[in-house]
């Protein structure tokens, strides 16, 4: 079952005089890249948090916002620290003393400074806060996950018809590199007949041309690449269907079948076949970018 790498998911917990709310937000990447934005006094809560996210996302670039937001203000205290104050005002008298002028305003410029003040909630720590995180998160989780299957289903659908496209042009490619040697040897007759005329019995037996073909034949033989071809091609369709992760195994199979279409190409002089590799590696390469976007 694919599911896309592109979502988003909210979830909330709400308990007594308390909100906790988690946003999770999920792009493209080759890789698993998690990155938090928590209020200060829950940044100790980033390595579980981490852990339970990564339980449900394998790949990657996922966004997490975690708010919380207190009703009861009575039982929240601000305190200020003093001492690191006093060093800034310090610090603001030499620069004004380096630079001959006043500094504006400088109780705004302290109250800007987020590390002068310190939140206190009596009795509580962090961990006191993680009950409602991971129901918040849960339920983020749910949602995101639930949106990026959505989007897998249809990326899923439309791999599947492109690759319906690749097998019929397999087939077709197939039936026509069986006519290829009976062409050539059509042709190279009737260049020895346009060459020699009407001495060709007296010159040609026939051998030459049917050795001719019989090494052009086995150098534009294609019926292995075919062969490796419509396997990939199936492989790709059963791997779907998988319930972990596959993207980087469609990966590495779309450059499979990309080798074998380049080896097509290069074996077959034939125009129509070469028409019909161009289509699928254009075909190929959409798949790929549908391919880029699965976990």
Request: glycine letters at 4%; proline letters at 3%; one cysteine or more.
């Amino acid at each position: 079952m694919a599911y896309s790498m592109t979502g988003f998911g909210r979830g909330e917990s709400i308990q007594e005089a308390r909100r906790i709310g988690v946003e999770i937000r999920t792009v493209n990447s080759r890789y698993s890249d998690l990155n938090f934005r928590l209020p200060r006094q829950l940044s100790e809560l980033e390595p579980p948090l981490r852990e339970l996210i990564k339980k449900s996302i394998s790949r990657g670039k996922v966004d997490v916002r975690v708010e919380c937001e207190d009703f009861g203000g009575s039982d929240v205290q601000v305190t200020l620290d003093r001492n690191l104050a006093h060093s800034y005002l310090q610090a603001y008298a030499v620069l004004e003393e380096i630079t001959d002028r006043p500094l504006p305003d400088a109780i705004s410029q302290l109250a800007q400074i987020p590390e002068l003040f310190k939140v206190q909630r009596p009795d509580e720590d962090a961990d006191a806060f993680w009950s409602q995180i991971e129901e918040a998160t849960d339920a983020a989780l749910d949602q995101l996950i639930s949106m990026r299957k959505r989007e897998g289903d249809q990326l899923t659908t439309d791999i599947r018809y492109k690759i319906e496209q690749m097998t019929e042009l397999i087939a077709m490619v197939a039936k026509r590199a069986e006519v290829v040697p009976a062409e050539q040897k059509e042709r190279l007759e009737r260049r020895v007949e346009e060459l020699l005329g009407h001495d060709v019995e007296e010159y040609y037996d026939g051998q030459r041309v049917a050795a001719e073909i019989a090494i052009f034949a086995d150098r534009a033989a294609i019926d292995e690449e075919l062969v490796r071809l419509d396997s990939h091609l199936r492989q790709l369709d059963l791997i779907l269907d998988e319930e972990s992760p596959i993207g980087k195994q469609l990966d590495f199979l779309c450059q499979e079948i990309n080798r074998e279409i380049n080896t097509i190409g290069s074996k077959s002089s034939d125009l129509e076949i070469t028409g019909q590799v161009v289509q699928m590696k254009t075909t190929l390469e959409k798949i790929r970018e549908q391919v880029q976007n699965l976990e």
